[in-house]
């Protein structure tokens, strides 16, 4: 964790504060400053300065830097269910828990093959495929568009297939 030092004008320090890769933060008058500095130790008022700090690097900023511009589900780890677990809104990005982004889930159809015949134009058997919304349609005749086509047999189990 980052300490706050004391400063004075001297090139040591303000070595450190510029070589300070992830910013700085500094108190003026007995006032500690909301802002994070970036830059170099020249460009602020250093003669009220009494005291700075280095800051250190966010641990999850990669993550979120990804998560603010994709908005990707993420996930933290339950220190104590020991299971992945979905983040509900906006994660809070605490240094205590661990997150992952979560597997994007692939897209699942299932459809079935069926034989049927087509009365309108005298063909007797033909094939089609009944692409089904959910397990439960699997087990129902396959839905017709027209009159015309008669369900005569399911050629086959249900099959699915992932989609990305």
């Keep these: 964790m980052a300490d706050w030092k004391k400063y004075s004008d001297t090139k040591e320090i303000n070595d450190e504060i510029d070589n300070a890769d992830h910013g700085f933060m500094v108190v003026y008058n007995g006032v500690a400053s909301p802002v994070i500095f970036t830059g170099k130790h020249n460009e602020y008022n250093t003669k009220c300065m009494t005291r700075y700090l280095i800051c250190e690097p966010q641990p999850h900023a990669e993550m979120q830097a990804i998560w603010a511009k994709t908005g990707r589900p993420v996930e933290y780890f339950h220190r104590y269910d020991k299971v992945w677990t979905p983040v509900a809104g906006n994660p809070s990005w605490n240094d205590i828990n661990q997150y992952r982004f979560a597997e994007p889930k692939k897209e699942v159809i299932y459809y079935r093959n069926y034989q049927y ?11 089609g495929v009944a692409y089904l919304d959910n397990l439960n349609d699997l087990m129902s005749p396959a839905y017709t568009y027209y009159p015309s086509m008669e369900f005569t047999r399911w050629l086959g189990d249900r099959q699915e297939m992932e989609i990305d």
């Design 117 to 127: 015949k087509d009365t309108s134009r005298n063909e007797k058997l033909l094939v």
